[in-house]
């Protein structure tokens, strides 16, 4: 089976960087997900990582360490509009199996 | 393209009538899921289905049924509803299951349902 952690609420401040850290337990692996979403609306991709290292992508970036059962979503260069969930989430077979997520908020 | 349609948005229902959930995508997506999520949590899996005629459970299945008839169609079926059932209903689909990393989740909306 699956168990995912990840902290339940962060804050920042506008124009900073967030580190958010996913810790997984599986039975086989075959990649890690990051989701975002906003209140009220439905989950976005955000990321993909399969291999050990940082894959960036713009202001977004994500960790994976296989041995560690690890990973981070780094966010560069705050802005407002980042306050959502984010959702670490690891396949399983024909499903996708999600942490309960981290709510950030970003202030001003 | 629609992307992943579900219906309805909102709806309340009493303590022991049933309804059912639509979810179609015009994507030609093999594989269909329906999640839950209650306040503040993270998406638990109800049913997933790899294709026309073939479903299966996920983590939190009870109280709950499924049918894929079609490729484009995984309605979901609540029997006898409960308090316990209120939350925010999202459907997905995926062209390949999610082993595949290109594959990424294409989520509906939300069908956001209260027992009462």
């Known amino acids: 089976g699956q168990n995912i952690d990840q902290p339940t609420e962060m804050t920042a401040t506008e124009g900073a960087i967030v580190q958010i850290n996913c810790t997984y337990q599986t039975s086989g692996f075959n990649g890690l997900f990051w989701y975002q979403q906003h209140a009220g609306e439905a989950p976005t991709f955000l990321s993909y990582?399969?291999?050990?290292g940082l894959e960036e992508k713009g202001r977004f970036s994500s960790f994976l360490s296989r041995s560690k059962g690890y990973s981070y979503l780094l966010l560069k260069e705050l802005q407002m509009k980042d306050s959502a969930s984010y959702l670490c989430?690891?396949?399983?077979?024909?499903?996708?199996?999600f942490g309960t997520g981290t709510r950030l908020q970003v202030f001003p | 393209n629609a992307g992943v349609t579900q219906t309805p948005k909102f709806r309340i229902l009493k303590i022991g009538q049933s309804m059912t959930l639509q979810c179609t995508q015009d994507?030609?997506?093999?594989?269909m899921y329906w999640y839950r999520q209650d306040p503040g949590m993270g998406l638990k899996l109800i049913y997933y289905?790899?294709?026309?005629?073939?479903?299966d459970k996920g983590e939190v299945p009870n109280g709950y049924n499924v049918s894929r008839s079609t490729t484009e169609d995984f309605p979901l079926r609540l029997e006898l509803a409960a308090p316990s059932q209120t939350s925010v209903y999202f459907c997905?689909?995926?062209?390949?299951?999610?082993?595949?990393?290109?594959?990424?989740?294409?989520f509906g909306a939300g069908s956001r349902l209260t027992v009462l």
């Open positions: 989430a690891v396949p399983n077979t024909d499903k996708l199996i």
């Open positions: 994507m030609n997506h093999n594989y």
């Open positions: 997905a689909s995926s062209y390949t299951g999610t082993d595949s990393g290109a594959n990424v989740l294409t």
């Open positions: 289905s790899v294709g026309a005629g073939i479903t």
């Open positions: 990582n399969v291999l050990d």
